[in-house]
């Protein structure tokens, strides 16, 4: 990927440099994630208001220019990637012990995998799917320089793979304390009434002083990893949205609070599950393709009548 390693490894199809459109409103920089503190507690850091998108967007093509070769920091709807030759170019970092440079680490700027394909003349398999040049963005997260979108990570893939390889159920969950847990459904019993808007939120205020701290589990992948803090991550922010301490960034998802009606459910609980379309394959099923949402949110009585 640095010099000649870059087109063996990342193949693409350019299709300009097109900073114009709707990609303003998909490069998202306000993202804060999450922080962890040396006692393992999870907390929101300080989010960024004020800010321009056209200045995030000069500044993250000025980094990626300054560190991407030319060909990686291209966009590009179709870039293969080897595993052979992914695997081979990260032997080779290893044997002169140095460190795989940025467009190793996040695959050539590839964001999401569209196709499978199966080169059984040279025992390969490759990866394809669209790519940009990526930054670090203000937060210090690497994005995609037009999408905003993060780039997969060399570390996730694998984690991925030996998850699957290994037929483990990947997941995370956050669970309240079961005393604390019986306290709030107490306290939900006793002020079960309609309110307004305003008391309502008091009372989620309330009940997450009841609940307290909530043990969080890792399942499927190294507690320890990238992969786990991005579940964990993702939950966390999940649940900030669905109570309303964090905007969705999306008009139509409003909060669970905004949402709730007199005798709902208030201690409703979320997933994220796959969605796929059926893959698509060959007859000799050496070429696959990947489409559709790939991710839901449901909620648990959306799970429950779905499983009947």
Known sequence: MVGCCASVLAQGTNNGNNTGGNNQNNNNQNAGGITIDADGVIAAPFRVTQNSSQLNQRRLQALAAESLPGDVNRKSEFRKISLVQLEKVCKEFQEKNEPLPPEV????GLWRIDYLFVDREHNDLIIAGPAEGF??????????VETGRPPIRLDDLVVALQSQDRELITGCSFDAKPENLARMNEYIRQTNSASTAATAATRFQTMAQI???????????????HYARILVEADYMLKRISIGLEPSGIKEIKSHLATLRGGGN????WWFTPLYDAFTTTAERDAFQFSGQRLQMMSQEEFVNQAG
């Open 105 to 108: 680490l996040y695959l050539a």
């Open 135 to 144: 930054a670090a963005n203000t937060q210090n997260r690497v994005v995609g």
């Open 211 to 225: 609940l307290g701290m909530q043990d969080v589990s890792v399942t499927g992948v190294p507690a320890g990893s």
């Open 266 to 269: 208030s201690t409703q609980r």
